[in-house]
C-alpha cells in the first residue's frame, strides 16, 4: 500500500480514502486512473484528456479533482454502484453532448454514419456555431466578447466535460457494465442519440426546419433510458 498511500496523499489526503482503498478494490483502482490522468510523473497517462489536465493551473486541477472524487464518493456510498456510475455517465453525457455538438462537421458525415458511429440526424452544426454562439449562447458571448473567444472558451470546455465523462466511463469498466444495446456499447449509444439531440435543439431554437426522424430518435432516447433505468430517469 506504500504506492497508493503515496497516490491519496496527493489526491485525497484522508483518512477514509484510505480505508476505502484498503478495502475496496474499484475504489483503488479508479483512484489510480484520476491520479495517473491529474498527476504529472513517472505514472501518469500520455494522452490528449490527461495532457489538458495536467496543464491546468493548480488551483484549478485541484478543483476539478474535487469534482470527480466527489462523484466517486457518490458511486461508493450507493447501495447499487452498478446503477450509480449509469446515472454518473448520463450525467456527464448530457452535460457533454451540447458542447459535442457544436464542434461536429459534415465532411465525415457519410463515412462516420456507415460506420455506425454517427446518427443519421447528426448531419454537424459546424457551420451553424457563429449563428448559435450569437443567438443561443449570447450570454457566453457577452462574457467573453467575441465569437472567437467563445469557441476557444467552448474548446477547452468540451475537453473538461469529456474528462468527466471518461472517467464516469471508467468507473462502469471497471464495474464491468459492458452490456450492448442494439449491438452497441450502451455509452457510445447513448452518446450518439443525445449528441443528435443537442444539434435537432439547436436547429430548432434557429428555426431550421427539422428532418423526418426526429420524433423517433426522441423515442429510442427514451426507450435506452428505460433500458438502462427503468422508470425512475427522464
Not at 107 to 121: K, M, T, W
Not at 145 to 164: I, P, T
Not at 185 to 195: E, G, M, N, S, T
Not at 221 to 230: D, P, T
Amino acid at each position: 500500500m506504500t504506492f497508493m498511500n503515496r497516490i491519496l496523499r496527493t489526491i485525497a489526503p484522508s483518512f477514509a480514502w484510505r480505508r476505502q482503498v484498503e478495502n475496496d478494490e474499484w475504489t483503488k483502482q479508479i483512484m489510480l486512473q484520476v491520479h495517473m490522468s491529474f498527476i504529472d510523473d513517472e505514472h501518469s497517462k500520455n494522452t490528449t484528456t490527461s495532457n489538458f489536465l495536467q496543464q491546468q493551473p493548480e488551483s484549478l486541477r485541484n478543483e476539478m479533482m474535487r469534482v470527480v472524487l466527489n462523484r466517486i464518493s457518490a458511486v461508493v456510498d450507493s447501495a447499487d454502484r452498478k446503477l450509480a456510475c449509469r446515472r454518473w455517465v448520463l450525467e456527464e453525457a448530457k452535460a457533454y453532448a451540447p458542447v459535442r455538438s457544436l464542434f461536429v462537421s459534415t465532411e465525415s458525415y457519410h463515412d462516420e454514419v456507415g460506420n455506425g458511429v454517427r446518427h443519421p440526424l447528426n448531419q454537424g452544426l459546424w457551420d451553424y456555431a457563429d449563428s448559435l454562439i450569437t443567438q443561443s449562447l449570447k450570454p457566453l458571448l457577452d462574457e467573453h466578447g467575441s465569437v472567437e473567444e467563445v469557441k476557444n472558451f467552448l474548446r477547452r470546455e468540451s475537453m473538461w466535460l469529456y474528462a468527466r465523462l471518461e472517467f464516469a466511463n471508467t468507473g462502469r469498466l471497471l464495474l464491468d457494465d459492458k452490456q450492448l444495446i442494439d449491438g452497441e456499447d450502451w455509452v457510445c449509444l447513448l452518446l450518439k442519440l443525445l449528441v443528435t439531440e443537442a444539434e435537432v435543439d439547436y436547429l430548432d431554437f434557429l428555426g431550421v426546419p427539422q428532418l423526418s426522424g426526429v420524433s423517433q430518435l426522441r423515442a429510442d432516447i427514451a426507450r435506452l433510458k428505460n433500458v438502462l433505468f427503468g422508470s425512475s430517469v427522464q
